[in-house]
């Protein structure tokens, strides 16, 4: 149903030579998305720098020869032309992969969530929950800082103001007029306002998410 | 030229800076925390990983600004580290110091005299404590330079933070490690002196209401490895307030990290199982946690262990263990920091005939016995305490010192509030740097001990009795930074072509001794340190066997190091006594 309604928003909205609605852009096809479609913060200087490349290069061990002396770490703001293109989307990718290896190493994230919980009692999983939690926890401390996205209590009644960002507050149920609308905040949201993820050195297949342990 | 303060710790290091207007602050360091990650840490932790090639691919090592890193430091090293630790240098600052080995040897990581004679053990790199020291400076200097382009770390004024328990070689080696390091010029600073001056930088001007003339501060700084005691007196110097450091105590090694093992054996036990090395380290981890919760303010009654299961399989292979409140006051309060009354000192095992070389750890646990012999050493009682290091930050182990004193001196003990009680040090360095250019009171003191060399008593040699040594001041205690002693004549030659060594001592508690004194050698409260040695080559003027009759010069550097001069009577020549480093039994 709001599929239809966006359809009719986007024809309107092409028809008088307007932007799309952020919600529209998934279904753009790939090529014109990576354009359209803000970048996350830490990669988005990368991204305007080097073009973006439809297809995924596997990381090589060898990237010295390409790289020169500057093989090293994470630098991508300060990109130089001849440095090696790694796709935007192979940086998207190692990013994620970083942050799942750290809540792994840190907080045994995989680990946990790989593992059936049939048959385990609610106090052993607890036990386990609360060091995952902890580790975790301190992954998210140390290199995200959230804060909510509309201030104040859940469940208390709240104004959305004129022009507010449909991305950053999701209507639930049918607007009745033009905004300021009133409501009740059912979930303040997250925001990042600073994302102090790890640089990234280059040559570390981050496909290795947790490497096998070998005890000698 | 803006200031630095290093904080060069035992297990961890942390950096400071202070320039034109701006207050004191700690910075973040950017460091490799783990595999092929580099993030900023608030601190640097001390350790250095030596990898082989199966152990750790390069690619995981490296750092932005230096592409061929074979080596780690800081975090990703203590980690990893603790899988390898045949691969791992911990507590390089301890070995900087510990006089039974060649400091400026490659003898880290240290694998103990058993293991040193296998030939079947793998060799892999090692480095001396210097160096490994010097590392740990070389990557804050990098990591500087690296968000500081435009303003190097070596053209600003630098002050690296020492044990006020150093003595002369340990402190003349961290000048050299900080020379490899690429800091030409480095101001040393003791530890808590710097713990003081965080305070001041904390307080502002405030701190003139807190203290008094004739108040004196015991600066109680616990650190995971060590532990050191100062007392700090304020007196009058024409109506206005002045800070003199009266009192250091010994280098005790002890400290949290004891403390976090002592509280892992004892859950071990409970456990009834055996545990493989990574469970005894998750262990560890566990019990550091609980006695942080369990000996601060609002503690639960008890705090809940797990060791998570070692494989992928992770809930079904938890252990689960719980330490009560109780267990924790008992076996840390009371266990390391007992009630003894004043006289109380630390019991000290006779070491036996053959005894493995490595790291002298304290052998009484109890650091309210240290304190006890430390405070009755100098004979004065503090009216104030200001704490330091991670492990005081428990209420219940500041309130136990503070209930100590509090009965030994038999009045009121005030606990002085300072800045964070990690990072202190570093700020308070970077706080000195600026009082050095004028703003903000100075703490006076000088040199924590007075010197001695050893003179052998011209008499008819006796079989089977070596002569008896005669110990002659050199450098009066208290000797300023800059300031220079000269010896009255005596009867002291250099041979020509032969190396000279002379025995040193250090005494703490003899202020009365003027330079020029000589006392017995076997006088209470006189130290042995390494000899001091000079070798004067034969040249033209001098042929090899002439005695050059010379008179001894002291020198406390503006670095904060002493030199001991020769200087040759007639005026021809004045030669440097070097501190030898070389092992001795």
Known sequence: MSRLILAFQCFFLVLFGKKLPPAATKFLPESTTAVSHPEPAVTAKAAKEQAPRPEVAKPTSDGKDKAGKDTAVGKEAKAEPDRPKVSTAQHHRDGALALLALLQREGRLIDFLREPLDGFSDADIGAAARDVHRGCRKVLDQHLSLEPVVPGEEEAKVAVPKGFDPAEIRLIGEAKGEPPLRGTLRHHGWRVVDAKLPALAEGVDRMVIAPAEVEL | ?585
């Open chain 2, 1 to 585: 030229m803006k200031i630095l303060g290093i904080d060069l710790g035992t297990t961890n290091s942390a950096l400071a800076m202070a320039g034109g207007e701006a207050p004191a602050h700690t910075l973040p360091i950017a460091q490799v925390i783990g595999p092929g990650e580099v993030a900023e840490r608030p601190t640097l932790p001390s350790f250095l990983l030596l990898p082989g090639e199966h152990e750790v691919p390069p690619a995981q090592l490296q750092l932005p600004w230096s592409p061929g890193m074979r080596y780690a430091v800081g975090l990703f090293a203590r980690e990893r580290g603790a899988e390898l630790p045949h691969r791992l240098v911990s507590s390089a600052k301890s070995w900087l110091c510990n006089p039974a080995i060649d400091r400026t040897a490659q003898v880290l990581p240290f694998r103990g005299a058993q293991r040193e004679l296998d030939p079947e053990m793998e060799g892999g790199e090692r480095v001396s404590p210097v160096n490994a020291s010097a590392r740990y400076l070389a990557h804050l200097r990098a990591a500087w330079d690296d968000a500081n382009p435009d303003d190097p770390a070596a053209e600003q004024e630098v002050l690296v933070t020492v044990p006020a328990s150093f003595d002369p070689v340990a402190r003349e080696l961290t000048v050299v490690a900080a020379r490899e390091a690429g800091f030409d010029r480095v101001t040393l600073l003791e530890e808590p002196q710097a713990a003081f001056y965080a305070y001041l930088a904390t307080r502002g001007d405030a701190w003139r209401q807190d203290l008094a003339p004739g108040n004196v501060v015991l600066v109680c700084d616990v650190g995971g490895g060590t532990t050191d005691f100062s007392l700090i007196e304020i007196t009058d110097d024409a109506g206005n307030l002045a800070l003199e450091r009266i009192a250091v105590g010994d280098h005790i090694l002890l400290g949290g990290d004891n403390m976090d093992l002592a509280l892992a054996a004892l859950v071990g036990r409970e456990l009834g199982k055996p545990l493989d090395a990574l469970q005894q380290r998750a262990l560890v981890h566990g019990c550091r946690r609980a006695k942080e919760l369990l000996l601060g303010d609002a503690a639960p009654a008890s705090v809940p262990i797990a060791i998570l299961g070692r494989g992928s399989r992770l809930i079904g292979a938890t252990l689960k263990a719980e330490v009560t409140r109780e267990q924790a006051e008992g076996l840390l309060v009371d266990g390391f920091f007992p009630r003894v009354a004043a006289d109380a000192r630390p019991e000290r095992r006779r070491a036996g005939g053959l005894r493995e070389m490595g790291l002298p750890y304290a052998h009484d646990p109890a650091i309210t016995r240290h304190l006890a012999e430390f405070l009755a050493r100098f004979g004065r009682m503090p009216t104030h305490v200001l704490f330091n290091g991670g492990v005081m930050k428990a209420a219940k182990l500041q309130a136990r010192i503070v209930e100590l004193v509090r009965g030994w001196a038999g009045r009121e003990v005030g606990v002085l509030a300072g800045a964070d009680l990690d990072l202190a040090v570093a700020l308070g360095a970077a706080h000195y740097g600026q009082v050095r250019r004028g703003q903000g009171i100075r703490i006076r003191g000088g040199t924590a001990r007075a010197y001695y060399i050893g003179i052998e008593s011209a008499m008819p040699a006796i079989p089977g009795f070596a002569p008896p040594v005669k110990a002659l001041c050199v450098a009066p205690q208290g000797l300023e930074e800059g300031s220079t002693v000269e010896l009255p004549d005596d009867e002291l030659g250099l041979v020509v072509g032969e190396t000279q060594t002379f025995r040193f001592f250090a005494a703490a508690t003899r202020k009365a001794d003027e330079a020029g004194a000589l006392i017995d050698a076997d006088t209470d409260g006189l130290v042995e340190l390494d000899p001091v040695e000079k070798l004067v080559e034969a040249d033209g003027e001098r042929a090899a066997g002439q005695l050059v009759p010379v008179r001894l010069e002291a020198h406390v550097t503006e670095v904060g190091t002493l030199e001991l001069w020769c200087v040759a009577r007639d005026g021809h020549g004045r030669w440097k006594l070097e501190y030898s480093v070389r092992e001795r039994g």
